[in-house]
């Protein structure tokens, strides 16, 4: 059956895509909004503390969302091959050499490229190349660098670890306070915090709907629909959007309306989408009645701010970011998925390029296994990089794995 029949793509994603149009607008224009530097203009990761830059009036762009696209604009070859040409290392992330090849080959990037930062703030506690990366972009740009340092969590979060993340924080605003000449106000901060966690909740909510019988959406609808709480996380419009995606989400559980053909079968997922096959590789599952009614990835901005000081909660909060945590947390968080979705079993994506995700997976599928007796498959691809999708032999594992569920 035709993957036009299985998808059933949702009506808000007109609004979604009006929405990530403007924010894309505002990016390349920012400076119009006053005179230089007034609004400056942040590169950061997708784990650093936005509500701080925010606060700041400082405009944050991802280039890993950014990346994310031209992966699904089909760019990320050309400027991956870009970026090799000029001595990095294929064997890096597929985000940070896409996102190196748009300085050296902007007319092969969507929208030209992203806008020149003012600065760039990297926080390791999605991954340690984010540094590497960061570093070489600063220095493309002749721009000031701020990492924030987070200590891995072999358990739960210590007063020591958050005090240590705290004290950055802190050196952090007075770089911002120069940066953009504005005094930092704590009631700002709370108020935007406050938004963030608005969104969050809207976010879970929207998720918990997918606990529903059949799912009200599926995987693909899951990552694109996450672009709001990566990009826009503390702000009204974000929440203006999830409460939008809520209601028709709700909508079609009360309906009964699955989010494929027929549902038959319910997995779980680990790991970041395959964005350049993203419709072709779900469709593997689709077409056999399976759905994906979870995962962990997009759930990992799910990040409530504790109430009390705003900046202690934010330490904490960005500490505790799940790729932050050790394996055992890891395998607690699928094994609860499975269990809250009713899930028959879970699909782990060995992606080449993200190595903190990645590297422990073997480890965290044989425990998740053996906790809930539910199969779980792994499949090797790559989050941006096409070089890294074998199809052929990735459809046979599919169909093999979903024969033995298949009742």
């Avoid at 203006?240 to 053909?261: C, P």
């Amino acid at each position: 059956m035709g993957q036009e029949r299985r998808y059933k793509q949702l009506a808000s994603t007109t609004q979604l895509k009006k929405l990530i149009t403007k924010y894309y607008a505002l990016s390349r224009y920012h400076r119009l909004w006053g005179r230089p530097l007034k609004r400056p203009l942040a590169w950061v990761t997708s784990g650093a503390p936005v509500e701080l830059l925010r606060a700041f009036k400082i405009h944050p762009v991802y280039p890993e969302q950014y990346a994310a696209l031209c992966s699904t604009g089909k760019a990320t070859l050309g400027l991956c091959r870009a970026a090799e040409a000029a001595g990095y290392s294929p064997d890096l992330c597929s985000y940070a050499t896409s996102s190196i090849g748009t300085l050296l080959k902007p007319d092969l990037a969507p929208m030209q490229g992203l806008p020149k930062p003012d600065l760039v703030v990297a926080c390791n506690n999605i991954c340690g190349t984010v540094l590497k990366w960061y570093e070489a972009l600063a220095r493309s740009y002749q721009v000031p660098l701020v990492v924030i340092d987070t200590p891995f969590l072999t358990g739960d979060m210590t007063d020591h670890a958050q005090e240590y993340v705290l004290e950055q924080f802190k050196d952090f605003i007075l770089q911002m306070e120069k940066l953009t000449g504005r005094k930092f106000n704590p009631g700002e901060l709370a108020a935007i915090s406050d938004l963030s966690n608005e969104v969050v909740g809207l976010w879970k909510e929207i998720r918990g709907l997918c606990q529903a019988k059949p799912s009200p959406l599926n995987g693909p609808d899951l990552f694109i629909h996450m672009a709001p709480i990566v990009v826009l996380r503390g702000t009204r419009e974000a929440v203006g959007y999830y409460k939008l995606l809520k209601d028709e989400v709700k909508q079609r559980a009360e309906r009964g309306e699955s989010a494929i053909e027929e549902e038959k079968i319910r997995l779980v997922w680990d790991n970041i989408a395959i964005w350049s096959n993203l419709f072709k590789f779900f469709k593997m599952f689709s077409e056999r009645g399976a759905c994906f009614v979870t995962d962990t990835y997009t759930g990992g901005w799910s990040m409530e701010i504790a109430p009390g000081d705003p900046l202690e909660s934010l330490a904490a909060t960005y500490t505790e970011v799940f790729l932050n945590r050790s394996p055992e947390f890891r395998t607690r968080q699928i094994v609860d998925l499975i269990k809250e979705f009713k899930a028959d079993g879970f699909v782990m994506h060995s992606n080449r390029s993200c190595k903190p995700y990645s590297l422990v997976q073997e480890v965290i599928r044989k425990r998740v296994m053996q906790e809930t007796g539910v199969p779980g498959l792994m499949v090797e691809a790559d989050m941006a990089d096409p070089r890294a999708f074998a199809e052929e032999p990735i459809r046979n594992r599919v169909q093999a794995f979903l024969e033995t569920l298949s009742v």
